[in-house]
C-alpha cells in the first residue's frame, strides 16, 4: 500500500485531490495533515472523514517534531505538500503568515523527508511564481521565477527551498505549478465562490480595476488527476506546468456567472485595483502532456456550471463557511487536546 502524507488537505485543493485518490485507489493509504486554519474544513471531507484509507491529524507543518513522528507512526513514503497560505490580497495587508507557513513550514517538511529518508516530495506550488506575462506567450518550465506579490514571493522561495534540498541533500522531488483553480469547496474569498455567493444573494460583485486581468483556468479534478499523475510518473527533479489553455478576463468569467444563475450585469460594481496587479497568466502544459499523457478534460464552460450546480446544492456548507460557524465545530471537536 501506497502511504502518503497529505499536508493542507482539508483545503480547496487537498481535499479534492483527498476525494479523489480515496474513490479510485484503493491501494493508497492517506494521512491527513492540516493546521484547520479558516480555509481549512471538514466538511470538505463528508463522506470520506471516517474512510478506512484515510486518517486525519490536526496539526502544523512548521511543528517539526509532530511531522516527524507521524511520518514515524504510519510509515510514510510519500509527502504532498498542498498546505499553504493562498490569498493574495491577506498577503498584501498581512505577509508575515505567508512565510511562516509558506517558507518555514515548507522547510521543516523537507528537513523531515530528508532525515527520514522520504522516497518522494511533491511540491503544489502556482503559476504566480512566475510573475505576469505581457498580451502574448505563456509560462514554461524553464522561465525565470519573477514574483510580483509577498504570496507569490513566499511560494517561490519554497519551491527553491525544495530544488535545494534536491541538489544538496539528493531528495527525489517534484514540483508542481498550476493555473487558476475553481469547482466544489472553494473557499468563497477566491473570485468565482465569491461572485457566485454574491449572485445569489443579489449582492455587488466587485471588479478589480477594468476587470480586463487575465487568468487561465483549470477545474480542480483536473489538477489533482494531474498531481497523481506525477506522483506515480514523474521524473526525479522535474517542475511540471499544470493549466487547461482556457484563459478569460475577469470580467468574461463573471458576466459567464451571471448569465448561468440568471442575474443581472447590474450587480457588477468596479472597485480600486489591487496592488501590484498581475495583468496576464497562462501555462504551457506541453511538458506535462508529452512525459505524463495528461491533459485537462473538463472545458470551462462545463466546469463552471457544474461548479455553480454544485454550490446550489450545498447551501449549508456556503452559509457554514460564509457566517464561519463550520469553525465553531472545529473548536468543539479538538477542546482540551
Known amino acids: 500500500m501506497r502511504r502518503v502524507l497529505i499536508t493542507g488537505g482539508a483545503g480547496f485543493i487537498g481535499s479534492n485531490f483527498v476525494r479523489l485518490i480515496l474513490a479510485e485507489q484503493p491501494d493508497c493509504l492517506l494521512i491527513n495533515f492540516d493546521k484547520l486554519t479558516y480555509a481549512g474544513n471538514l466538511e470538505n471531507l463528508e463522506g470520506f ?17 509532530t511531522v516527524e513522528d507521524i511520518i514515524d ?22 505577509p508575515k503568515v505567508f512565510i511562516e507557513t509558506n517558507v518555514i513550514g515548507t522547510l521543516t517538511l523537507l528537513q523531515a523527508a530528508c532525515d527520514k529518508k522520504i ?60 493555473s ?10 477566491k473570485m468565482i465562490p ?10 455587488p460583485l466587485p471588479v478589480y480595476g477594468d476587470g480586463l486581468n487575465v487568468r487561465d483556468w483549470i477545474y480542480v479534478e483536473d489538477h489533482c488527476r494531474a498531481i497523481w499523475k506525477v506522483l506515480t510518473e514523474g521524473k526525479t527533479g522535474e517542475v511540471y506546468n499544470i493549466g487547461a489553455s482556457s484563459e478569460k478576463t475577469n470580467l468574461e468569467v463573471i458576466k459567464t456567472i451571471l448569465k448561468i444563475v440568471g442575474k443581472p ?10 496592488l501590484g496587479h498581475d495583468k496576464r497568466y497562462a501555462i504551457d502544459s506541453t511538458k506535462t502532456a508529452s512525459q505524463l499523457g495528461w491533459q485537462a478534460q473538463i472545458k470551462f464552460e462545463q466546469g463552471i456550471k457544474g461548479t455553480i450546480e ?26 482540551g487536546r
Open 119 to 178: 522516497k518522494k516530495f511533491i511540491q503544489i506550488s502556482t503559476d504566480e511564481v512566475y510573475g505576469s506575462l505581457g498580451d502574448t506567450g505563456k509560462f514554461t518550465e524553464l522561465m525565470p521565477l519573477s514574483p510580483n506579490s509577498p504570496y507569490s514571493a513566499s511560494k517561490a522561495s519554497s519551491d527553491h527551498l525544495v530544488a535545494a534540498f534536491g541538489h544538496t541533500f539528493g531528495l527525489n522531488y517534484n514540483i508542481t505549478r498550476c
Open 310 to 335: 454544485w454550490y446550489l446544492k450545498n447551501k449549508k456548507w456556503l452559509t457554514g463557511v460564509t457566517t464561519g460557524s463550520y469553525q465553531q465545530y472545529y473548536q468543539q471537536m479538538y477542546a
Open 194 to 203: 465569491l461572485m457566485i455567493n454574491n449572485a445569489l444573494a443579489d449582492k
Open 49 to 65: 472523514l471516517n474512510h478506512p484509507n484515510h486518517i486525519f491529524v490536526k496539526g502544523d507543518i512548521c511543528d517539526g517534531r
Open 73 to 94: 507512526k504510519h510509515k510514510i513514503e510519500t509527502i504532498i505538500n498542498f498546505a499553504a497560505e493562498s490569498h493574495v490580497d491577506r498577503s498584501i495587508t498581512g
Open 180 to 189: 487558476n483553480n475553481y469547482g466544489p469547496y472553494q473557499f468563497p474569498e
Open 265 to 274: 450585469e447590474s450587480l457588477i460594481t468596479f472597485v480600486k485595483d489591487r
